[in-house]
């Protein structure tokens, strides 16, 4: 069974500036997918980025970005010119890419990482 | 476009007493999941479905009990409820292609009394 861990459980971050938050995981298969969704006070489960791991470039979408080191089973998210509206919980989450037909694209999540962003 | 709508928003049940969570979604999608997000956990799996009229375990299936009879539609119920089912529970649907992420809905905080 694939595990997925942050380590984590709080951050800190000045407006404006970088953070980074750390997730690693645990798997046996060479294809899957990876995630990050950021849930707010509002409890949404809201998608920020994914990340293929045949793909050996890093996902980015706008202020976010991911640093994928398929070999370590490493996946960070970099959020760039931090903002209020960032603060918010932020789970990694692991999808295996087999044996899809019968299992479905289940998600395995982490612990979390709570972000504050301080103005 | 609606999306994933779940109902109730929130609920107080008592110990021993039954209620289905309603899941329905608007997108055509295959799969269907139900997890539910324990406080300062991250989410885990109850059930999941690939299609009308099949269903099947996830990671913390017992105590709850699921039907897909329709491609829209997924409820799951709790026949007993106990003070452990305390949570907030969410349903999520998604496309059966490969790179295509869960949509979630907006989850249902229920407390066991």
């Known amino acids: 069974a694939q595990t997925v861990t942050q380590s984590q459980p709080e951050m800190s971050v000045q407006e404006a500036e970088t953070v980074t938050l750390s997730c690693t995981y645990d798997t046996s298969e060479s294809d899957y997918y990876l995630f990050w969704y950021k849930q707010p006070p509002s409890r949404q489960m809201i998608l920020v980025i994914r990340q293929e791991a045949y793909k050996q470039q890093n996902a980015t979408e706008n202020r976010f970005s991911v640093n994928f080191q398929k070999a370590a089973k490493s996946f960070s998210l970099k959020i760039s010119d931090s903002q209020l509206g960032d603060a918010a919980m932020y789970f990694c989450?692991?999808?295996?890419?087999?044996?899809?037909?019968?299992?479905?694209?289940?998600?395995?999540f982490g612990t979390g990482t709570r972000l504050a962003v301080r103005p | 476009n609606a999306g994933v709508t779940q109902t109730p928003k929130f609920r107080i049940l008592k110990i021993g007493q039954s209620m289905t969570l309603q899941c329905t979604q608007d997108m055509n999608h295959n799969y269907m999941y139900w997890y539910r997000q324990d406080p300062g956990m991250g989410l885990k799996l109850i059930y999941y479905s690939v299609g009308a009229g099949i269903t099947d375990k996830g990671e913390v299936p017992n105590g709850y009990n699921v039907s897909r009879s329709t491609t829209e539609d997924f409820p799951l119920r709790l026949e007993l409820a106990a003070p452990s089912q305390t949570s907030v529970y969410f349903c999520?649907?998604?496309?059966?292609?490969?790179?295509?992420?869960?949509?979630f809905g907006d989850g249902t905080r229920l407390s066991i009394l």
């Open positions: 989450a692991y999808r295996s890419a087999s044996d899809r037909g019968s299992s479905g694209d289940k998600l395995t």
């Open positions: 999520a649907s998604s496309y059966p292609v490969s790179n295509q992420p869960q949509h």
